[in-house]
Every structure is written in structure tokens, then in C-alpha cells.
């Protein structure tokens, strides 16, 4: 990472920060540095990505484009490879939805020594983590699990160089997921258990809410039926916090929850509200969910019809 002063390595420090808090502010801060600092310093090309990481949160592409190609053009002035690499991981993620995962690595290009050892400092470090957290997906998105865990394991370590309760949750939160996705429930219950004290500690964060969702499927998966009925009724408050496309599995499991706790009544309710607001469509779930509440109830003319 280039020279920069102290006064805006702690700014660019605390945007990394907020990043994991409220990427809504991200715009209004990464404006603040680039305007602290010289035109067109590596300091100033911090503030700019910054920027478009802000812009991006908002939703706002022609703006985020134009910032994330000011930041890699002062990046590329002054040599900064950490900064060239971040605003090329930038400019790739949109295309993780649309499940080009190959072309996103290749767009990333080698990592360097990140995924074997630490970063030089915490500013790399979370540089660091951003860019093996987009790789992980990447390399899941093309079937290379063995690469991808040991991706974002290499971004928890990364993380936790920079001490940041935010940015260790978040990289503990996705691993959490990761190997839920794998049926490795031991190993999700003690990530997301991690993940979710630390979110609490950084504020709440989204990660918080992801890990403590992914700890009640764990929990389930292990068939701990009482914590899980215990967790559930802390989160069905925080139902409507998730991002939309995620609020339906999260009523199928607080609902599974509720119906092992002994709540028939609520359970359906909560079946019935996953329904109301199905985007990603797991049927699958929601009917194993639905026939194991009407065996419950003794309904076999439901399972008839």
C-alpha cells in the first residue's frame, strides 16, 4: 500500500469500519477523505473507492462505475497494487449473480501471498479480506468448494489482523454459511455462534443477523430443538430487518423452530407469512415444514388433498 499520513490512514481505516456498520454512510465519508487529502494521492484514491462502495450500497451503478474508475486510475498512477486490486474486485461483483464465477477470478487475478500469510498492515489486511471474500464466491459459484472454504478461512485471518469485531463477523458469518451449505452443522454452530457475538459487539450488524440466523438452522440441523426454539424467539423480531430475498427461509426456520417448541399455532402462521413474501421459492422446504406440522396435528386428510 502507498505512503499515506496518519491522520488519513485512521480515515481510511474508519471507512473500512463503517463499511461492516452502515455502508450508507460510506459515500458521505469517502468523500470526506478524498477532499482531505491530494488530488489524486493514493489517499484520495481510497476515498474515491470508498465512494463507489457507498454508491453501490444505494443502489446507484453509473455513479459507483464513475468513482471506482477515478479510484483505479489514481491507484494505477501512483503503482498501489492493493488499491488496483480492490477496484478490479469492484467492477467484478456484479457479475457473481449472474453466475459468471470464472470470469470474476479472472477479472480478480493472483491474490499475491493475502491467502498464505497476513497482511503487512490493517489497512491491507481489510483489503485483503474484501478481495478473498469475492473470490470464496466466486470459486463456489464454480464449483470449486476445497478452494472457496479455504478462501474465505484465509479471509478470516485476515480479518481478525484487523482486530475489527464488524469485520470478523462478517468473515466468521460467511464461513458460518458456507459450511451449513456443506451439512457440516458442528462447524456452522461454533462460526455463526462467533459470528453472532461479534456482530453484537460491532453494533448489530448484518452479519450479526446472518450468523444468528445460521446458528438456529445449526441448531436445528443438530436436532437441539430447545435452544433452537429459544433463538427463534429472539430473532422473529428481526424477520423484517433481512434482506428481502432471505426473509422466506428465515420463516421457514423460525417456523420449524416454533413448531418443535411446541407453537403449532405460530408455526403456521409463520409458514403461511413465507408464502406471502416468496422471491427464491423454496417449496421444497416449506412442504417438508407444512406436512411435518400436519403429522404433528394428526391432518392426514392435508396430505391427501
Known sequence: MGRVDTALRALIEQAWVMRYRQPQRLHALGTALSEAAPPHSVAWAWGAFHQALGLRAAGDKAAEAHAAAQAAAAFALHGDAAGQRVCRVLGALPLLPQGRGAEVEALIGDL????????????????????????????????????SLRDRYAALQQARVTGDDGAIAHALADLASAQADLFNADDALTLATEAAQRGEAAGRTAAWLQAAFNRLAALQALERCEEAAEAAERLLPH????????????????ARARLHGGDAAQAQQLLDRSVQVREVGMRAEWTLAQTELWLQQGHAQALQA
Not at 239 to 254: Q, T
Open 239 to 254: 424477520v423484517d430487518d433481512l434482506h428481502e430475498r432471505n426473509r422466506e427461509s428465515a420463516l421457514i426456520l423460525l
Open 112 to 147: 499475491g501471498d493475502w491467502p498464505n500469510g497476513p497482511a503487512a498492515s490493517v489497512l491491507e489486511a481489510h483489503a485483503a479480506q474484501f478481495s478473498l471474500f469475492a473470490r470464496a464466491h466466486a470459486r463456489s459459484v464454480t464449483g470449486r468448494w476445497d478452494d
